[in-house]
């Protein structure tokens, strides 16, 4: 350990954070030096604490090598990632990001490098290839490479790590959750990501593994949050849950992260429908505030994010003294450990603005919104994922306002952040799309509102199929802003195209008397067009209208042919 924290290593991380953004400085690079100590005294006293209990035969000599494995791999894995800070990524605001990332990570560090002297923990590197001495080195670095955010890298290591490694075993199992993780996060193929969680699955509960086994279902609730499946993404998260709870007892500190995230799923898929939802949240969430207090203290980093949920979960049930006390103390203790110009601390003012929008205050909930993107914008720059996101927020915040201006403005912004990033389509390009169509709505624009959303509705249904509820509620929106459009008809083309559109989704969902009516109302409204407009719809709406009237047991001949459509 002497030679993980040396001089020179301190100097680079100096100048990593110094370079990282013009917003860092010297109290940055001082809290991010504490934090690296802690976790390396936290790594000394757990050896000494294994080799102590190993010579005084509290473990045996297996055990013993077990628990230094464990420490080996987080030894391994900071090591690596404090060399890989060094190495400037080349997306705007990447160092930023990595330097703010770890802090959380070193502060996660600490308890999960206080756990490898516990059974629990290290009975994973019992007799098993995870022990290896290859497989402690491919286990450490890849972690870093995960913290770094280095997705090209891993994937293509881990591709050849999975190929080597075809049987069933701990180190696959592991290696199995790395790369449906690094799926999630950087490809958008969450399906494939649960086939891979699935077989990783099969393979922990076979052992006996409850630690893996939860890790799996949480990574799985993930995909299953990412593809809208909100039901199975909730029991994942409880099976996680209850599978670190059967492993360390209910007031671990990771139960108590456990009781945290599936919470935080609960809060994700709330709908004033289910208030009893609601309810478990703020159980599980009180439930680990507690545990987190008694472990680790009542101003520490994680349980002030414990008191954040608490206050969104109070403001959700309208109760704004309580919403205002939770917030105020996670708020503080969040500044008090990151400083006031952090990404933690703009995540802890956008909890104070979702609440306060809940709790109907909406131009204060806008303000905090503007201030939390602010403080991203200070870090990151202009072009980054968070900032999409934070403009996103902050639209759907200027619309509760009435500003429906400045709402269409940000909403465009996020949607061109995320273009110009190039990043994967996804269910917030479809998000963003659908809350631009509302604002454009709000502000008399029916045509540029339609446009949105049958974007909207196209990516969803790319990203989740015909049936899904999330595309049944857009059809829903497109349908109400075609009876909109249709009261303007200055420009036929668009809303016959329009009209094209939905009805072929209709005819998908086997909807046929609406798909019927809209082609219809599509084939009149080109009769209108000009001719070279008018060909490149006619065999689409003759295709649909075909398809209707066959489903429809309809006599083909009230349908109008393809020749007819062309006379016309």
């Known amino acids: 350990m002497d030679a993980l924290w040396t001089p020179a290593r301190q100097a680079r991380l100096s100048r990593a954070v110094r370079g990282a953004s013009k917003s860092l400085g010297d109290a940055d690079v001082q809290r991010l030096g504490e934090r690296m100590i802690a976790w390396t005294d936290a790594w000394v006293l757990s050896s000494a604490e294994i080799d102590s209990a190993s010579r005084r035969g509290r473990l045996s000599h297996a055990e013993a090598s077990a628990g230094r494995a464990c420490l080996e791999v987080e030894r391994v894995e900071y090591a690596a990632l404090l060399d890989g800070l060094n190495q400037r990524c080349q997306a705007p605001g990447c160092q930023a990001e990595r330097v703010a990332q770890l802090e959380w990570e070193l502060i996660a560090a600490v308890q999960s490098t206080r756990a490898c002297t516990q059974p629990a923990f290290f009975k994973a590197y019992l007799s098993s290839n995870l022990a290896e001495p290859e497989a402690l080195d491919i286990q450490g670095h890849f972690l870093a490479l995960e913290a770094l955010g280095e997705e090209r890298l891993l994937g293509r ?16 199992t592991r290696l199995l959750l790395l790369e449906a993780r690094r799926m999630l996060r950087s490809t958008a193929r969450p399906t494939d990501a649960i086939e891979l969680l699935d077989a990783g699955l099969a393979e922990a509960e076979g052992r006996g593994d409850a630690l893996e086994t939860a890790s799996l279902r949480a990574a799985r609730s993930d995909a299953n949050l ?6 199975a993404a909730r029991k994942d998260a409880q099976l996680a849950l209850q599978h670190t709870e059967r492993a360390l007892g209910p007031d671990h500190v990771q139960t108590a992260l456990a009781r945290a995230t599936y919470a935080w799923i609960l809060l994700c ?13 703020a159980r599980q969430l009180d439930h680990a505030r507690v545990a987190l207090t008694r472990a680790l203290g009542p101003t520490h980093p994680l349980t002030a994010r414990i008191e954040l949920g608490l206050g969104q979960v109070a403001a959700l049930r309208n109760d704004p003294g309580a919403s205002q006390r939770w917030l105020t103390r996670g708020t503080s203790s969040t500044a008090v450990a990151f400083g006031a110009q952090h990404l933690a601390m703009a995540d802890a003012v956008r909890c104070n603005a979702s609440a306060e929008s809940a709790l109907g205050a909406p131009r204060t909930g806008a303000l905090l919104f503007k201030r939390a993107l602010e403080i991203e914008e200070r870090i990151l720059g202009d072009m980054h994922p968070r900032i999409a996101s934070a403009n996103l927020n902050l639209g759907i915040a200027y619309r509760g306002v009435g500003r429906t201006d400045w709402s269409i403005g940000r909403l465009r912004k996020a949607l061109s952040i995320r273009a110009q990033l190039g990043l994967p389509r996804r269910d917030e390009d479809a998000l963003i799309w659908h809350e631009l169509g509302l604002s454009q709505q709000l502000a008399k624009q029916p045509r540029s509102a339609l446009k949105s959303y049958q974007a909207s509705l196209a990516l969803y249904r790319q990203l989740y199929g015909d049936t899904h509820p999330e595309v049944m509620s857009m059809l829903d929106a497109f349908r109400k802003a075609l009876d909109a459009r249709e009261a303007n008809p200055s420009t036929p083309y668009d809303l016959a195209l329009a009209l094209t559109e939905v009805a072929a989704v209709e005819v998908d969902l086997d909807q046929f008397e609406q798909a019927k009516r809209h082609a219809e109302r599509a084939e009149r409204l080109s009769r209108r067009l000009p001719a070279k407009r008018r060909a490149r719809l006619q065999s689409t709406i003759c295709h649909l209208l075909s398809q209707t009237y066959a489903a429809l047991t309809l006599e083909q001949s ?11």
């Open 226 to 231: 990412e593809l809208a499946r909100f039901d």
């Open 558 to 568: 009230e349908a109008p042919s393809c020749s007819q459509f062309r006379s016309r």
């Open 269 to 281: 898929t709330y709908s004033p429908e289910a208030p009893l939802e609601l309810d478990t949240a």
């Open 157 to 172: 290591y881990l591709a050849g790590a999975l190929a080597r490694h075809r049987s069933p075993s701990p180190l696959r």
